[in-house]
């Protein structure tokens, strides 16, 4: 591992954000405009209903502010890797001495400096506007933070592979992946609002037991580590999944010549 | 006899029922400048893939100045300088910038000697501040090629480099060419639809129809045992050969 090369990858994106007022629509609009969706939502239960709504509207701005930590993550990531398939820059890179694990760290590094971008966009809003604070979750915010961010990484490393296998017409799955982890993950809600079918499956995800050691931490009580640890156990196996999967159709890449494609 | 920069042992490349390179050997040597020719679809551009690690051969065996591929792929990669016609540069960068990302990559602490070393042996330092989405094809094609000299390598591998350029830029990156491996002893390895340009440039011509090679040798020498006048002739029979 060459930290040099690594700093170059991120370097790189670096430039290409600054360079591209659009692409800070995920770094600062999405952010925003998403706290002042369930803001005002949570605003709005809490003066129809009683203490329990008020709970839901911490619920509602605690939850948007951890799932953007999993969504600027993933976004980052894997508009990362898309960034050399747009640019059909791929060939130029495979044709370096950069390593795949130099390029994900790359991509990594600069995802964490727009991630912290996003989380300060979330932050503001959500204390400028509806007097919340970040730091209700007190220490907690960094194990779950570190969770959801595993999560978020290890989330784009599937959608890396299905780009390498499918090419580029996959990339909707940038976008669109966390969406559907959205509602299973229950940002919002205790996995017991979901239909019965659908909890099994919300209890495999990492991301459900981070967000449930949150709501718990919200309501006054000690951090749950079990659900920490549940949660840990899943973002690791949800890692080591994606790194073989993004690993075999990265095989499959070369094998088939797919790099053509992006050239 | 100097010892080989790239050597490839009967290397195959099927994909489904076609076989786009068929047991194909290939050596270069320090500070030899070779053409690969051949019509489209002959399997130039599989070939070269292979040899730089970005498709997997089915079987045979690439080795760049003794690192193996794809085992150390990295090592041999710093080794070795890529550039084609076709391949486009990172839009939203500055030449220079282009430049400077990829010293790094090719682990250069400081790349500012590098870059303008690249730039003026190339003749292109005017288009240094110039962002890389406002160059026209030709001068994103010399500055990729400039992009591959950064390091110094052992071996530069060119497909088609002058396709786009015109015949004033295409002499300046010939001349570019041959000062790099004069200077440097840097061995080409070409791929070119311009038998004129194979002619100035190379010292050894290298025939490839359905993924076999079918000629090896100087120009002149591949010229005359197929009893043709040019290296276009000999295209042009090879080409219309049934494979």
Known sequence: ?263 | MSSPVLEARGLVKRYRDLTAVDGLDLHVEAGERVALLGPNGAGKTTTLLMLLGAVSPDEGAVEVLGHPLPRRRSQAMMQVGFAAGYLPLPDRLRVREVLSLFARLYDIADPQPAVDDALTRFQITHLADEMCVELSSGQKTVVGIAKAVLHRPALLVLDEPTASLDPDVARRVRTGLAQLNEDEGTALLVTSHNMLEVERLCDRVVFVLAGKVVADGPPATVTAEYGHGSLEDVFLHLAERPA
């Open chain 1, 1 to 263: 591992m060459h930290w040099g090369r690594i700093r170059a990858v991120a370097r790189r994106h670096a430039y290409v954000l600054w360079r591209s007022p659009h692409r800070f629509f995920d770094v600062a609009v999405w952010p925003l405009v998403d706290v002042l969706l369930w803001g005002s939502l949570g605003v709005f239960v809490a003066q129809q209903t009683d203490q329990a709504g008020r709970a839901e509207a911490t619920y509602l701005l605690a939850g948007i502010l951890l799932f953007h930590i999993l969504y600027q993550s993933q976004i980052a990531a894997s508009t990362g890797f898309l960034e050399e398939v747009w640019s059909r820059n791929l060939l130029n890179m495979m044709t370096t001495p950069l390593t795949e694990w130099e390029y994900a760290c790359g991509v990594a590094l600069f995802g964490l400096a727009k991630l912290a971008m996003g989380i300060t966009v979330v932050a503001a809003a959500a204390g400028g506007f509806y007097a919340f604070s970040v730091f209700e979750l007190g220490w907690a915010l960094l194990p779950i933070g570190a969770l959801l961010l595993i999560s978020g990484f290890a989330i784009s490393l599937y959608v890396v592979g299905l780009v390498l296998r499918f090419g580029q017409s996959a990339e909707v799955l940038a976008w669109g992946i966390v969406f559907v982890v959205m509602p299973l993950s229950g940002v919002f809600y205790p996995v017991g609002a979901l239909p019965d079918i659908l909890q099994p499956i919300s209890l495999a995800l990492p991301t459900t037991h981070a967000f449930t050691a949150a709501r718990q931490v919200l309501d006054g009580r000690p951090l749950p580590w079990d659900e920490l640890a549940a949660s840990a156990l899943g973002a690791v196996a949800l890692a080591a999944g994606g790194l073989a999967f993004v690993t075999a159709m990265l095989r499959t890449f070369r094998a088939r010549g797919f790099v053509t494609r992006f050239s």
